[in-house]
């Protein structure tokens, strides 16, 4: 570093870095300084130690990296950045550089290519920092080692670990994908669907590692990557453990004492700050708590102060209850959390197997909590669509899953069963109606019969009969009524005749038509913003389900549900059904006796064989009644065009 051109931050500055009193920004600037510059290093040296500060200063010397997410865009490299490669990299024989992905402490990670494996991945070139010793190298294969041990879909891998000249770097596996921090910078907070189903899948990384005998110490929204595919990868595992280690020397304990990184302020257990030798897997559930927490409130638990004031809020306080924050939020999903947060690490939960058996009911597709509780549904008059009146809520995940499976029941059915009384008494009513009526046409010479099925009204939800001619096709769009046929979300139908809803968790609209027994359903669509799925509700027989595209944030295609089993395991799970946000589809679902194949832009996707008494709607789409209806989860879409052709009664 060049002396004459450097300024150098203040003695004052540096005393309140060293004691964690600085505010973010400024922290981070001379954290980037002094870990290129020995002389104030020196300096640093020089300063007393405050007991307290002592137990607890590493917090203000976090490994966060502040990287760019593994897989956010950024430029592809060019020929004319290549001076901004080191030689090293650019003539390194295994491995191609694609572009650089981000940089912070902790090092620089390019997207990069195997050559002769054609495998996109991901190096981490790690800093001349902290590799500045022969230990700290050791250190840094050890635990590297120790990482590429861990094979679980949840933790990203650790392929290899490489030199290049004097520079050491991570081979990893290369992520596609968005990191939760960034997930919640675009919209806060997300639904609790979402944020369970997240962490559930972090435990389980975390529990694999626990398995292993392996701490993460760095847990954080920042290090956990949600794919393109809706899974969550752990970042990390092993460099957290070596960026601790690495800082300490024998020839200079005081300085590793102070800047032993121990994690991140917002997301630090307790112990770990107090003492990081005491931080066991236990820690690493105190950050996921943090992170959970992050997720349902948008911010971290204590978002205001310096790094030193977040520490001591960890240590001392409690924060800002989340039913202050959401009223959305199941009680059971708050005191999970609570329970996450403990004080004491005796407190919390003791593995992150058992984070997900209690967890992972409120992150689950068919959970009751997956429908949208935040949108009121609008009443309905007609008793035939009134929704059933239970209440989820009440069932703890304990007990949910000690209740034994119950067989599904018709909503007509629960309205029957619920209204018997007032139908036996209508019944007699009836009775006695019909015996007028038959009495009153005796002797007649064109007797008429009581009940003409062309003078009976259909229900509300089905006010048309079929089209004189079988083949015509039947605009549903024109029949819709809002708000009556909204469940969940903005809808509005356009002036040009469009069908569109915000984007929001869960919104779906029931379609006013009461289908034949085989029909074609005919729905063109575009969607305009979001990830998650589109679905054509359909009725075959006595059985609904959906036809569900760019599903559950896995690209999914395919019927849900069958005997239970959603499109995730059942027999028409179509792989990588990706949708192109602006572009204009058409989706088809035809309806046949013994058969329903879904289409997409004319191309078959999936195929159900039976006859529809094994076909249940996904909870996550629930509606009010056996019903057409049309879903988009948090998908800003229009629907162009919704028809429906009659092939047979």
């Known amino acids: 570093m060049n002396e004459t051109s450097v300024m150098h931050p203040t003695p004052d500055e540096l005393e309140s870095f060293f004691h964690g009193t600085l505010a973010e920004s400024d922290r981070q600037r001379i954290e980037d300084h002094i870990g290129q510059c020995d002389t104030c290093c020196d300096v640093l040296r020089t300063i007393p130690h405050d007991p307290l500060v002592e137990r607890i200063h590493a917090a203000t010397s976090s490994i966060d990296d502040g990287l760019t997410p593994v897989g956010s865009p950024t430029p592809v490299f060019q020929e004319e950045d290549a001076g901004t490669i080191p030689t090293a990299l650019l003539d390194h024989p295994r491995y191609r550089i694609i572009r650089q992905l981000g940089q912070g402490g902790m090092g620089i990670v390019y997207q990069a290519e195997h050559k ?18 022969e230990l700290a190298v050791e250190r840094f294969h050890q635990e590297v080692k120790a990482a590429a041990k861990l094979s679980h879909r949840n933790i990203v891998t650790a392929y290899d670990a490489e030199q290049a000249g004097e520079m050491h770097f991570l081979v990893m596996e290369y992520i596609d994908g968005i990191s939760l921090d960034q997930l919640v910078a675009r919209r806060k907070p997300i639904p609790v669907l979402h944020a369970c189903n997240y962490v ?5 990384g975390l529990q694999h590692a626990f398995e292993r005998g392996t701490v993460h110490r760095d847990i954080k929204p920042h ?3 949600r794919t393109t595919r809706g899974t969550i990868k752990i970042l990390d595992f092993g460099l957290a453990r070596f960026a601790t280690q690495s800082e300490q020397s024998p020839d200079d304990p005081g300085l590793t004492a102070d800047f032993t990184a121990l994690g991140t302020p917002d997301y630090m257990a307790p112990e770990q700050a107090r003492d990081s030798k005491r931080a066991d897997i ?3 559930l105190y950050s996921l708590g943090c992170t959970l927490y992050f997720l349902l409130a948008g911010h971290a638990p204590f978002p205001e102060g310096t790094a030193f004031e977040k520490v001591i809020g960890h240590c001392e306080r409690q924060p800002r209850p989340l039913s202050e924050i959401r009223d959305d939020i199941p009680p059971e999903v708050i005191a999970i959390v609570e329970k996450m947060m403990a004080k004491s690490p005796d407190d919390r939960y003791q593995t992150p197997g058992e984070v997900v058996e209690h967890l992972k009911p409120f992150g689950h597709p068919n959970s009751l909590y997956a429908s949208d509780t935040t949108t009121t549904r609008p009443s309905i008059s007609n008793p035939m669509l009134s929704a ?9 995940p304990t007990q949910r899953s000690k209740s034994k499976p119950r067989p599904q029941v018709s909503p007509f059915s629960r309205w029957v069963r619920k209204n018997r009384y007032l139908i036996g008494g209508g019944g007699a009513i009836v009775g006695a109606i019909v015996a007028i009526l038959l009495l009153s046409n005796f002797g007649n010479d064109n007797p008429r019969t009581p009940f003409d099925v062309g003078s009976i009204p259909f229900p509300e939800q089905h006010p048309s009969p079929l089209p004189a001619n079988a083949q015509e096709w039947v605009d549903l769009i024109s029949r819709v009524d809002l708000p009556a046929n909204a469940v969940a979300g903005n809808w509005q139908v356009t002036p040009d005749g469009q069908l569109h809803v915000d984007e929001g968790p869960g919104a779906r609209i029931m379609l006013p038509f009461q289908p034949p027994r085989e029909y074609d359903l005919d729905v063109q669509f575009t969607r305009n913003s979001g990830s998650q799925s589109i679905a054509l509700h359909f009725i075959d027989g006595e059985g609904i389900a959906s036809f569900d595209i760019d599903g559950w944030s896995e690209n999914l295609g395919g019927i849900q549900n069958i005997d239970g089993a959603d499109i995730r395991t059942n027999a028409t799970r179509v792989d990588n059904v990706v949708l192109e946000n602006g572009r204009r589809y058409r989706a088809e679902v035809r309806v046949r006796r013994n058969q329903v194949q879904a289409f997409l832009d004319g191309q078959l996707l999936s195929t159900y064989e039976g006859d529809g008494s094994d076909l249940t ?7 009010p009644a056996n019903s057409l209806g049309l879903g988009a989860y948090d998908s800003d879409t229009t629907f162009h065009q919704v028809r429906l052709r009659p092939v047979s009664n």
């Open 116 to 133: 002769l494996m054609e495998r996109v991945v991901a190096l981490k070139v790690i800093s001349s920092r902290l590799m500045k010793n």
């Open 200 to 204: 559930t899948q972090a435990a389980q």
């Open 223 to 225: 290090n956990l990557m």
């Open 282 to 284: 236990r820690a690493d």
């Open 388 to 396: 059933p009146k239970t209440e989820p809520n009440k069932l703890t």
């Open 617 to 623: 709607l996904l909870d996550l789409w629930r509606l």
